[in-house]
């Protein structure tokens, strides 16, 4: 190997057009050719999924590895193969189905087969094709294995969710096949690793951390002896590698901890907000980050092209921080890789503030502004305020030149110089500078220090965040600019519950503990979630995604309800209608032959007001 074929071998990773080469098994064939060792670390579920087949033989169970494309399904079949003996020659052949007979045992006297299909999709039949004897066999026996104790065959299968069942359904005119898939489906909803009385182990590899998949991704990645000969292979300073090299610079930026706790958050705010990175997206990100320039073929480096990119003047376009959001990339591409798509949704670089567009555009020449910019662009000789930026901006401020296209240029290089700023400014200057103003969730920096880290920590969220959640629930709730906080109010109109403006006040719960009630942000499945304890044992949760978290937080703050989300109203108002159904439910009071109705209304200071109607009947 080479620092150059290293290189090249790093594009792979990368989103070039073709993304065949991004499946593991084709990657496992380029690395043994080139003689270059594949970038891999120990899956979090490896230990957990090796340990099924290293119990004694009479424990061991079929398993089922699902999850979304590239979670690492083949790369964990090939682990299994090559644990118990399988042949790595063949492994690396284009079949989908692989059989090991194992050595006769005590518990199985005739030996134990081992059945592995590493891609479902590939290995079944297209839709519409009649299935050959050999495979529909095949599947019976794996559907029978699950209930027959004495079977002698054992099956590791790789496919998602869609493709486990369609496969499944093309196969129900088996009774057993059925009852395979009803428990299989069972499970796959239950969130069930295994069940009772059925031989099989289900791993779902969408359920895991995505900020751990980033950190074991990185540490590999960053490590790899390739890194080391590009080094040992430098020429000069205007050449691969060199100290003027972007390739080099990007490489050494993506080590430091500043910018990988920033892309850690962002992992973090993704999985909260129920959108799992897969592996292969996480690659993509990291050979982009260092690689990505929009001058070049496939918008990636190639070590050959860096000495033209220097000699041109365009290094600042490599710039890791607008490379980690796909700004070299063109948008169709952009929107072709999932892991862009999700990044795009914080708007980083699109989203900013009066502050830091003075820092950006007059600190130069603000004193107010002066020391940011020299901190944050000057001393940034690579990527911050190099020639190109500041003739931009002189042109922009001044309004020297009416060309529209170098407008938009300097745009462009404001938006890159956004992105920067999210991973330059340091923990102890964030709350001071307003970091997150730099995306479309300016709660998202509270949401992960003051709720996810203390409610992790076993601490209980601030008085202040819980007293304006509530706020800004008792508005959606009532459709009433409100201030109450103390308690949550489920209020509705005459007759209907959901209606936008509720009056009539069926009940209100207390926040602080009282009687059994009580409302309160907890961690439930390791994401906070707004509980509401009724009393008498009855309760509801309402699940905090981050977007609901901003949702209520600007609602709280002034945001009309119906005007900023559609999608988190309707879910707060189907919360709000298990609350009332909850509500309904718990024991009413006896002996009281009065009916009494409370019509809210809002005082100037924004407080709830009751006023009671009796009615006796």
Not at 110 to 122: E, K, N, Q, Y
Not at 386 to 395: G, P, Q, T, V
Request: aromatic share 10%; with cysteine; charged share 25%.
């Amino acid at each position: 190997m080479t620092a150059i074929e290293w290189i090249k071998f790093v594009r792979e990773y990368g989103p070039v057009p073709s993304k065949d080469n991004l499946f593991d098994e084709n990657l496992r064939r380029r690395s043994h050719r080139l003689g270059i060792r594949q970038v891999s670390f120990e899956h979090p579920l490896e230990k957990a999924v090796l340990e099924r087949f290293e119990s004694p033989e009479s424990d061991w169970v079929s398993v089922i590895l699902t999850g979304d494309a590239g979670d690492g399904k083949t790369f964990l079949c090939g682990r299994v193969w090559e644990r118990l003996g399988g042949d790595p020659i063949a492994w690396n052949g284009k079949s989908t189905h692989f059989q090991l007979v194992l050595p006769p045992s005590a518990s199985h006297p005739d030996g134990l087969t081992l059945h592995v299909i590493r891609d479902l999709s590939a290995w079944v039949p297209p839709q519409g094709d009649p299935w050959p004897d050999d495979k529909r066999s095949l599947m019976g026996r794996f559907a029978s294995s699950l209930f027959d104790p004495s079977s002698n065959e054992i099956f590791l299968i790789a496919g998602n969710d869609g493709q486990l069942g369609e496969t499944f359904r093309r196969l129900l005119d088996d009774p057993v096949v059925e009852r395979a898939w009803t428990t299989i489906e069972d499970m796959l909803v239950g969130d069930h690793r295994s069940q009772t009385g059925v031989r099989l182990s289900l791993f779902n590899l969408s359920h895991g951390s995505s900020v751990e998949l980033l950190n074991r991704a990185l540490t590999a990645f960053l490590s790899h002896e390739g890194w080391r000969l590009c080094y040992e292979q430098v020429e000069g300073p205007d050449t691969f590698f060199g100290a003027n090299c972007p390739i080099r610079r990007n490489y050494e930026l993506l080590q430091a901890p500043l910018i990988r706790k920033r892309l850690s958050d962002l992992m973090e705010l993704c999985d909260q907000n129920g959108l799992h990175i897969p592996i292969r997206q996480i690659f993509i990100l990291l050979a982009n980050a260092i690689l990505g320039h929009p001058d070049v073929k496939d918008s990636l480096m190639t070590a050959a092209d860096v000495p033209g990119i220097l000699a041109s003047g365009a290094r600042h376009k490599a710039s890791l921080y607008n490379n980690l959001f796909g700004g070299n990339l063109a948008e169709r591409r952009r929107a072709n890789s999932a892991i862009f798509e999700y990044l795009e949704r914080f708007q980083i670089g699109m989203e900013t503030s009066n502050r830091f567009n003075n820092i950006l555009i007059f600190g130069d020449s603000d004193p107010a502004f002066q020391e940011y910019f020299e901190r944050f662009l000057t001393s940034d000789d690579f990527y911050g305020a190099d020639a190109a930026f500041l003739s931009h901006k002189r042109e922009y401020v001044e309004g020297a030149s009416e060309n529209v296209q170098t407008a938009q240029a300097f745009l462009r290089l404001l938006v890159s110089q956004r992105r920067a700023l999210f991973f330059k400014v340091s923990d102890d200057e964030a709350e001071g500078l307003k970091l997150w103003d730099l995306t479309v969730f300016r709660y998202g920096g509270e949401y992960l220090s003051e709720v996810l880290a203390a409610l992790r920590a076993g601490h209980l969220v601030r008085r202040n965040i819980l007293a304006r959640i509530v706020r800004g629930t008792n508005r959606i709730f009532t459709g009433m600019l409100l201030g109450s906080e103390r308690d949550l109010l489920l209020a509705s109109s005459a007759n209907l519950s959901q209606a936008r403006l509720c009056r009539f006040l069926d009940d209100k719960i207390s926040v602080a503990p009282r009687r059994g009630e009580r409302v309160e942000i907890a961690l439930e499945n390791g994401r906070p979630v707004l509980r509401v304890d009724l009393g008498d044992g009855f309760s509801c949760a309402f699940v905090l995604t981050l977007t609901r978290y901003e949702y209520l937080s600007r609602v709280a703050e002034g945001a009309l309800p119906n005007s900023f989300s559609k999608e988190c109203f309707e879910d707060l108002m189907a919360f709000k209608s298990r609350l009332m159904r909850e509500l309904a439910r718990r024991p009413a009071d006896e002996g009281s032959r009065e009916l009494v109705f409370k019509v809210l209304t809002v005082d100037q200071s924004g407080a709830a007001l009751e006023e009671p109607i009796g009615v006796c009947y």
